[in-house]
């Protein structure tokens, strides 16, 4: 079955968005507490946490579990 135009385009601004240094999906798992611990204390990010943030644009994956785990925490902080 033949990929639809959107498809491709999704494809194509996801490869165009990649960089050489960028965080593999278990690089990403290993951070992303500490990440949601610095979005929930609205804490400036420091560059590794840059290429997490910029995992979690391009990775549906890891971004599903970064939304769990915000949400956990988020309830925790009630």
Do not use: W
């Not at 490869?15 to 949601?36: I, K, L, P, R, Y």
Request: aromatic share 6%; hydrophobic share 40%.
């Amino acid at each position: 079955m033949p990929l639809s135009k959107n498809q491709i385009d999704t494809l194509l601004a996801f490869v165009a968005e990649t960089t050489e240094d960028d965080m593999s999906c278990d690089g990403c798992f290993e951070h992303v507490a500490q990440f949601v611990e610095a979005e929930l204390a609205d804490t400036s990010l420091c560059e590794s946490m840059q290429k997490i943030k910029r995992h979690l644009q391009n990775c549906p994956c890891c971004r599903d579990e970064y939304n769990a785990l915000l949400d956990a925490m988020s309830a925790l902080k009630v």
